[in-house]
Protein backbone atom coordinates (compact mmCIF):
# COMPACT_ATOMS: atom_id res chain seq x y z
CA UNK A 1 0.00 0.00 0.00
CA UNK A 2 1.49 3.94 -1.10
CA UNK A 3 1.31 6.03 1.77
CA UNK A 4 -1.24 8.31 -0.75
CA UNK A 5 -3.34 5.40 -0.19
CA UNK A 6 -3.68 5.81 3.64
CA UNK A 7 -4.63 9.16 3.33
CA UNK A 8 -7.62 7.91 1.01
CA UNK A 9 -9.29 5.78 3.36
CA UNK A 10 -9.50 8.12 6.06
CA UNK A 11 -12.23 10.92 5.98
CA UNK A 12 -12.45 14.42 5.70
CA UNK A 13 -12.99 14.81 9.56
CA UNK A 14 -9.20 13.16 9.79
CA UNK A 15 -8.03 14.82 7.17
CA UNK A 16 -9.31 18.18 8.89
CA UNK A 17 -7.97 16.77 12.92
CA UNK A 18 -4.43 15.90 11.07
CA UNK A 19 -3.83 19.31 10.00
CA UNK A 20 -5.91 21.18 13.40
CA UNK A 21 -4.84 19.31 15.77
CA UNK A 22 -0.76 19.66 15.26
CA UNK A 23 -1.41 23.55 15.19
CA UNK A 24 -3.69 23.90 18.30
CA UNK A 25 -1.42 21.68 20.43
CA UNK A 26 1.90 24.23 19.20
CA UNK A 27 -0.29 26.93 20.33
CA UNK A 28 -0.91 25.42 23.99
CA UNK A 29 2.67 24.65 23.75
CA UNK A 30 3.80 27.97 23.39
CA UNK A 31 1.61 29.31 25.63
CA UNK A 32 2.62 26.85 28.11
CA UNK A 33 6.20 26.99 27.70
CA UNK A 34 6.65 30.51 26.87
CA UNK A 35 8.82 32.31 23.73
CA UNK A 36 11.41 30.46 23.22
CA UNK A 37 13.54 28.75 20.05
CA UNK A 38 11.62 25.62 20.17
CA UNK A 39 8.48 26.84 20.09
CA UNK A 40 8.73 29.59 17.35
CA UNK A 41 10.29 26.69 15.11
CA UNK A 42 7.37 24.11 16.27
CA UNK A 43 4.59 26.92 15.99
CA UNK A 44 6.33 27.55 12.01
CA UNK A 45 6.40 24.09 11.43
CA UNK A 46 2.67 23.30 12.32
CA UNK A 47 1.60 26.21 10.56
CA UNK A 48 2.96 25.37 7.13
CA UNK A 49 1.71 21.67 8.06
CA UNK A 50 -1.69 23.14 8.09
CA UNK A 51 -1.37 25.35 4.97
CA UNK A 52 0.14 22.24 3.25
CA UNK A 53 -3.08 20.30 4.08
CA UNK A 54 -5.90 23.30 3.56
CA UNK A 55 -3.75 23.25 -0.41
CA UNK A 56 -3.88 19.47 -0.52
CA UNK A 57 -7.79 18.85 0.31
CA UNK A 58 -9.40 19.10 -2.67
CA UNK A 59 -7.05 17.20 -4.40
CA UNK A 60 -7.90 13.92 -1.97
CA UNK A 61 -10.53 10.72 -3.68
CA UNK A 62 -12.89 11.45 -1.03
CA UNK A 63 -13.10 15.51 -1.31
CA UNK A 64 -13.25 15.46 -5.19
CA UNK A 65 -16.10 13.04 -4.75
CA UNK A 66 -18.41 15.03 -2.14
CA UNK A 67 -17.90 18.11 -4.35
CA UNK A 68 -18.94 16.02 -7.32
CA UNK A 69 -22.17 15.25 -5.22
CA UNK A 70 -22.23 19.14 -4.36
CA UNK A 71 -22.24 19.92 -7.90
CA UNK A 72 -24.87 17.92 -8.67
CA UNK A 73 -27.42 19.28 -6.09
CA UNK A 74 -26.83 22.53 -8.34
CA UNK A 75 -27.40 21.41 -11.67
Known amino acids: ?14 HLASAVVPFVVALMLRFLLGRSRFT ?3 V ?5 WFAI ?20 HFR
Not at 53 to 69: F, H, K
Open 1 to 14: MYPAGILESVGLHA
Open 40 to 42: TWL
Open 44 to 48: SLSVM
Open 53 to 72: NVLMAPYSLEAQREIESLGA
